[in-house]
């Protein structure tokens, strides 16, 4: 069974930065396809950011340029670098994985991720 714990979230201003992390209990996180996803109350879950095992990443645009997403393979440890945070950034943050590689356009199917955590919020003011 895969469990993921995210931690990380808080409250920032406007422009500041948080980094989340999602530690994973899996022998080797590099077999999954890896994401991080957002939703606020009354709205579908959004994906925000993805790591495949190659190492490839994908953004929503939304947050292409102020967002990294990068994991530790050592640690098995996702992480999610969120830089010039703006009001709209704030949700619930979940990460989230699945065995095997990314399929094509896979930040817009978060049902296909079949583990997710418990979430972490991040608010921005």
């Known amino acids: 069974q895969v469990q993921l714990v995210e ?4 409250s920032v201003q406007v422009g500041g930065s948080l980094r989340l992390s999602c530690v994973a209990s899996v022998d080797t996180i590099g077999r999954y396809c890896m ?5 606020i109350p009354d709205k579908e879950r959004e994906g925000v950011a993805g790591i495949e095992s190659d190492g490839s990443t994908s953004y929503a645009d939304s947050v292409k ?3 990294t ?7 098995n440890i996702l992480y999610l670098q969120m830089n010039s945070l703006k009001p ?17 356009g896979y930040l817009a199917k978060w049902p296909a991720f079949g583990y997710w955590g418990q979430g972490t919020q991040v608010t921005v003011s």
């Open 35 to 39: 994401g991080w996803f957002r939703q």
């Open 65 to 67: 340029g102020r967002f």
């Open 69 to 75: 997403v990068s994991q530790d393979s050592a640690k």
């Open 7 to 10: 931690s990380g979230g808080g």
């Open 88 to 104: 709209e950034d704030t949700a619930m943050y979940y990460c989230a994985a699945v065995g095997g590689g990314c399929t094509d």
